[in-house]
């Protein structure tokens, strides 16, 4: 075969999307490898400028992802508008309770553009009490169509090793929560999607608060009968909440709700969980604040998530009693007996707006997820 007719036959290979995911942290990094593993042209935004050297040059997050090598696809800068320019898809991964000051840099280089916007951060606002989706509403003065946003059984340091998980995009259009989903797939990264963004944000941000509980009881030595109460009860409380603000219940039996809760609550990677944990071995709430190299969104979430939770007239009895080990007003040792309920009246087991469903749709729910991770490429519905 000629040389002329080989050129023929050789497929064209179209550009590389280029995407930037501001904030160079554990989860920050870990879904840039997610992208660039898809095959996208990864430009990550960092604060400190070493990070950003090593990122581009030696491939790696030495503080935030120990041991592993990151894509020849992937490089990152400390100037903002150098990362923005000619992004195809935006992701942002910065602290909640900063994320206000560092959109105001990103407004005027995202105005005239049309790109999907997608938090990756899973906090509330603690000032406004506004979802994370809300804060980039109105601050970038977009079109809510425009965002999505990613949430899941995400623990960072397992995925950046490439171990199997899934994930859900959600967005009010559900153009954008798929083209979002395409791009951010690979073969050990499964994304779903929905137009449920209150229930998948909710999701995200409550768990937090149950797995610093957790950490807690793990802290003080209770064991598994104590933990395995308060994740079920948690499961309520996050379902009432997020319902009462319109989520959907079916988000919250999903893994935006439970396979969030269950991966956070479980895992000594968790920060909320580490946090926890401190806080139950005796430690001040500003001790624990010190020791984390990274932000515990837990922490910061506990008191608007209750505000709201006052407002909507639902009842958080575990997050009530974090609070208090939090303010220093309660023993740790004395948070088991109190946190699934004060009252001594019995109580039915079901959510406040799940009284018609069954615990067969939860089983079936769980199950699905499971067969999802388990058989990869078996469903239509997944991406």
Not at 236 to 255: C, K, P, S
């Amino acid at each position: 075969m000629d040389r002329r007719r080989r050129a023929v036959l050789t497929p064209r290979h179209e550009p590389a999307t280029r995407v930037t995911v501001l904030g160079a942290g554990s989860w920050g990094t870990t879904f840039g490898k997610i992208l660039a593993d898809g095959g996208a042209q990864v430009t990550m935004w960092a604060r400190r400028p070493e990070l950003a050297h090593e990122i581009s040059e030696a491939k790696r997050n030495s503080q935030y992802l120990p041991g592993v090598n990151l894509p020849r696809s992937m490089t990152a800068t400390t100037d903002l508008a150098e990362a923005v320019d000619g992004a195809e898809q935006l992701y942002v991964c910065v602290p909640s309770q900063s994320a206000r000051d560092n959109l105001k840099a990103v407004r005027p280089l995202v105005a005239r553009t049309a790109v999907p916007i997608v938090s990756l951060m899973k906090g509330i606002e603690r000032k406004s009490g506004l979802r994370m989706s809300q804060v980039l509403e109105q601050v970038l003065e977009c079109d809510p169509a425009r965002i999505a946003v990613a949430s899941g059984p995400n623990l960072a340091l397992e995925i950046a090793r490439e171990q199997p998980t899934a994930a859900v995009v959600a967005s009010s259009s559900l153009e954008t929560a798929d083209a979002v989903a395409r791009r951010a797939r690979n073969s050990y990264f499964r994304t779903f999607v929905n137009t449920d963004v209150i229930g998948t944000e909710f999701g995200g941000v409550l768990k937090n608060l149950i797995a610093v509980a957790i950490g807690i009881v793990d802290g003080v030595g209770y064991g598994e009968n104590t933990k395995a109460s308060i994740i079920t009860r948690g499961l309520v409380e996050m379902t009432d909440f997020a319902v009462a603000h319109g989520a959907q219940f079916e988000t919250l039996q999903g893994l935006a709700g439970l396979g969030d809760l269950i991966a956070t609550c479980q895992s000594p990677l968790s920060r909320n969980n580490t946090a926890g944990r401190l806080l139950g071995q005796g430690y001040s709430f500003q001790d624990v604040v010190k020791q984390m190299e990274q932000t515990a969104e837990g922490l910061a979430s506990v008191t608007p998530v209750l505000q709201l939770a006052r407002a909507a007239h639902v009842e958080m009895p575990i997050v009530e009693q974090v609070k208090r080990v939090l303010d220093g007003t309660m023993d740790p040792r004395r948070i088991a007996p109190h946190l699934t309920t004060d009252d001594d009246a019995p109580k039915g087991e079901r959510t406040q707006h799940g009284q018609a469903r069954s615990g067969g749709a939860l089983r079936r729910t769980v199950q699905r997820a499971f067969d999802q991770l388990r058989h990869g490429r078996g469903s239509a519905s997944g991406h």
